[in-house]
């Protein structure tokens, strides 16, 4: 596999659940981010971690947990979301956070019920 | 604080050149971009621009950055019905802020 990979592509969930996002970087590179799409509003950067370490929250609700075992996967746990949680959950990397160039993954689509 | 502005909508005709143009407010952007976003896909790099270019020049893709005024341009020659997508202008000083991206609509 190449590239930047999301799993699931797809996912509903009621709002007591409790559910993971997978984001896997087959580049190499040290900078994984979080971004937040709803419709026709700009990217919502959500976190983003260099060399595992989280170096940017910018203000997420806590019912949004990311986790970065190793450089090459990120995870966003979900808990007790909300239906306005619902968006497209965009998953990138880069070769570290002060690279100029990131690249994407195809998203989840997150539908909250 | 920063803030990137698009039109939301633009329709042209198959062969006839496209423009997208971006408004930013930080003065202290390094790097401007542009990406495209096709139906069902993540975001992919276009092109991006050094803030102390005025011009960048890609195959069918030009891109104007007038800093004076902190407007980017994105124009694509021979548009295609390919090229029908949402097109995203990001800023960056420390982190990447985008606008909230122009849907084109490619008429046959």
């Known amino acids: 596999e190449t590239g930047v990979t999301q799993t699931p592509r797809h996912l509903v969930m009621g709002m007591t659940n409790k559910k993971s996002l997978k984001c896997e970087q087959h580049?190499?590179?040290?900078?994984m981010y979080w971004y937040k799409q709803s419709a026709k509003k700009p990217l919502e950067l959500m976190f983003v971690y260099n060399f595992k370490e989280q170096t940017e929250n910018n203000s997420v609700p806590s019912r949004f947990s990311p986790e970065c075992p190793n450089s090459s996967h990120l995870f966003l746990h979900l808990h007790t979301l909300q239906p306005e949680d619902s968006a497209l959950y965009l998953c990138a990397s880069s070769q570290d956070e002060d690279s100029y160039e990131q690249y994407f993954g195809p998203g989840t689509r997150l539908t909250v019920t | 604080g920063e803030d990137v502005e698009q039109s939301l909508f633009l329709s042209v005709r198959e062969g006839d050149s496209s423009v997208i143009n971006c408004t930013y407010t930080d003065s202290s952007s390094t790097y401007l971009y542009w990406y495209k976003q096709e139906p069902g896909a993540g975001l992919q790099l276009l092109t991006y621009?050094?803030?102390?270019?005025d011009m960048k020049q890609d195959q069918r893709l030009t891109v104007l950055l007038n800093k004076k005024d902190k407007h980017l341009s994105l124009r694509i020659a021979d548009t295609q019905t390919g090229d029908s997508a949402i097109y995203f202008c990001a800023e960056r000083d420390r982190k990447l802020i985008f606008g909230q991206g122009t849907e084109l609509s490619v008429k046959p």
């Open positions: 580049l190499g590179h040290n900078a």
């Open positions: 621009i050094f803030s102390n270019m």
